[in-house]
């Protein structure tokens, strides 16, 4: 296993750019805290002591929750390099750095740059479409490792896909994986991308992604929130192009001690470009949330349609959760809005349930269930629906039955 050092950095690809400029970064810079603007309120303790990057491990087995999924193609990263690429087609291992995330972002970017060493590629060529989702699993299975593994996805014009990106790690392990997902999407290309975060007790995830649309360009982003003791995603995604379009719907949900991160920022460049975000989350037991969201239309971005919608159920009361809605609006011709919500299930929607006979524990049940539908049944990549409401149900009735 080797430190995160210079001479490690000396032993990597030298075909990526700027390593060495990378690691000088990373070795100035600080490790995030409460005090930076971007890391907000998060209070998880973080550090990097004795984390080095692995060998690669052996991979982990199929994950339940894509069980009834059939991928066209298949791509297994472990500990940061290529384990395997099933089928043939549009997804080939390398590394294709888009650019889209600076190395002075913040300490782990920087990391990323200095130390990233394999990665898939996925490109759709011009007027191409998938006719299955594309699988790439981020899997962490070495004990105290780091790994920086890389994914970049280029639609060409007026082609279509459908990617998954599952990040996981083996329970108990005390890994952080730092991964990088950089999205270029040409003129009326369409994505649709399920970001799948299920990493297991004691390890952490940063996950850093960024998109580029053009003109008449969609993405349809989801987002699942399930693991990690640290588990954050940090996206920004840039509408360039005149009628471009971003929906991100998401939930998540935070149990025992973890802490989940969101940080989205949505530039509108473009005239006539359009945003929906729609992030539903619960948390439990002595669990945090911190959702802070921006939305930026530029001057020249008129005709734009922006909104913003955080809802957060505090299950427990050692639980907590924040919630930070932001707009920025520097042109008149724009339609947007944006609300948030912190609190408890709804008292008058319990008393209804139970004057209808229902316990108290199952009225609750079928509240958080109604609460994360709409999410599930607007992700961008079906087939996962059933197992995902299966475990929000399982982590709210072990807290029902622990505070019982």
Known sequence: MSALTLATVAELDASVPDREAAFDVFSKLPLPGPADETWRYVEHEISLEGLSLPAQGQAMDPDPILAGLDPGQHAVIVDGRTASIEGSGYLQQGLKLADLIASDVDKFAAAHRAFVSDGVQIRIPPGKHTASPILVELQSVSPNAISFPHVTIELE???????????????????????????????????????????????????????????????????????????????????????????????????????????????????????????????????????????????????????????????????????????????????????????????????????????????????????????????????????LAEIVERRFVRAQESAA
Do not use: W
Not at 275 to 301: C, P, W, Y
């Open 157 to 387: 014009e007026n082609s279509e896909a459908e990617v998954i990106v599952a990040h996981r790690a083996v329970n108990g392990i005390g890994s952080y994986s730092v991964p990088q997902v950089e999205v270029v999407l040409a003129q009326s290309a369409r994505l649709r991308l399920l970001e799948l975060q299920e990493v297991g007790e004691g390890s952490s995830v940063i996950v850093q992604l960024r998109a580029r649309l053009g003109r008449d360009a969609t993405l349809r982003l989801g987002e699942v929130g399930l693991g990690g003791d640290l588990a954050r995603l940090d996206l920004a995604v840039h509408l360039e192009g005149q009628g471009s379009a971003a929906e991100i719907v998401g939930l998540f949900f935070g149990h025992r001690q973890q802490t989940l991160d969101y940080r989205m920022v949505l530039r509108h460049e473009g005239p006539k470009s359009s945003s929906n975000v729609l992030l539903k989350g619960a948390v439990e037991d002595s669990a945090r949330s911190i959702f802070s969201g921006l939305v930026r239309i530029e001057k020249n971005a008129n005709g734009t349609s922006a909104f913003e919608t955080n809802r957060n159920l505090v299950l427990s009361p050692d639980a907590k959760a924040n919630s930070i809605p932001n707009l920025e609006i520097l042109c008149d011709d724009v339609i947007c809005g944006h609300g948030s919500s912190v609190g408890p299930l709804e008292e008058d929607h319990l008393y209804y349930l139970q004057s209808r006979g229902i316990s108290p524990a199952r009225a609750e049940r079928l509240l958080v269930r109604g609460f994360f539908k709409a999410v599930l049944d607007k992700l961008p990549v079906g087939g996962m629906e059933d197992a």
